[in-house]
C-alpha cells in the first residue's frame, strides 16, 4: 500500500508497473517479409517478474500456437517461443500506453514484427456513490485529457497511440480508454480499448482522490484510518494543453483537452 502513495495515474517509471503491464489478452498482427497475419496473446503472471502465455497466429483456417515464457525488466520482456515440433525463437516485447510491441528472431535474426493491443471488455459501472470532501480542485482541470505518442521502425513500419484519463469534479477518476494504429508496406491496422489501465483500478481500489493547492496537484489517500496527502505533479494548462511535470522526477507529459 505504501508504493501505491507514489503512483502517478498520468505517467509513472515502467519499473514500478513491472510485469502487470504485459498481463491480459491481446489482439494484434505479426507482420513479416510476406505479408501480415493476425494474432492473439494470452499472457499471465508466473511471478518474480516473470510471465508466460500463449500466442496464436492465424493463417488463412490454420492456427500456430506456441509457449510463451518472459522475463521482465521494464519496460521490456525478453524471452522464448516454443512452438510444437521443438522450435525455440526468441522473442522481445516493449509496454507502451497500453500496446505492446515485439520482435520475434531465429538464429538472432528477426524474422517478424508484431503490435497487439489489450482486447475490448465492458467498462464496469460505478456501484458507489462519492461524498463531498471538501477539498479544492481547480475546474480546468476537470473532463478528460488525452496523451498521443507515435514510433517507427526500420523497414517503413510505424504506428501511434494513445491513453485519456477522466478527472471528474469529486476527486476521482475513470479510464477515458485507448486507441492504437499500425502500418507497414503491406498492411495496416487499428485497434481501440477501455476500462484495462491497471494504475488508474489500483487507485479507484485505494480510494484516493486528487486535489489542487496553487499550481500543485495532489493526492489524498487512507492507510489505516491516516489521511496522507501525496504532491504528484506541477501542472500548466493554455489553450486546451495540459503540461504535468512529475514532482518526485521532473518528467514532463504534455495531454490535450478531449
Known sequence: MKALIYLSFFFMSLSETIAQNFIGNWQGQVQGSGGS??????????GNSQIVG????HSGANIESYELKCTVNTPNAIGTLSYKDGTVFGIEMAWQNNTIQQQISYNNQVILQGSFAKKTEPT?????ATKPDGLFRDPNLVGAWTHHENYSSNGGF????????VLNADGT???GGSSAYVSGPNS???????GDNSVIAQIKAAGARWFTKGNMLY???TINGKVTDVPNSKYYIEKGALLLTDYNTGKKMLYYKK
Request: hydrophobic residues 35%; glycine residues 12%; neutral net charge.
Open 54 to 57: 500463449k500466442l496464436h497466429v
Open 124 to 128: 464496469k459501472p460505478a456501484t458507489v
Open 173 to 175: 477518476i475513470d479510464d
Open 188 to 194: 495496416s491496422g487499428n485497434a481501440s480499448g477501455g
Open 158 to 165: 510505424y504506428g501511434g497511440s494513445s491513453t485519456t484519463i
Open 37 to 46: 497475419l493476425p494474432a492473439e496473446m494470452s499472457i499471465t503472471s508466473a
Open 219 to 221: 493526492w489524498r489517500i
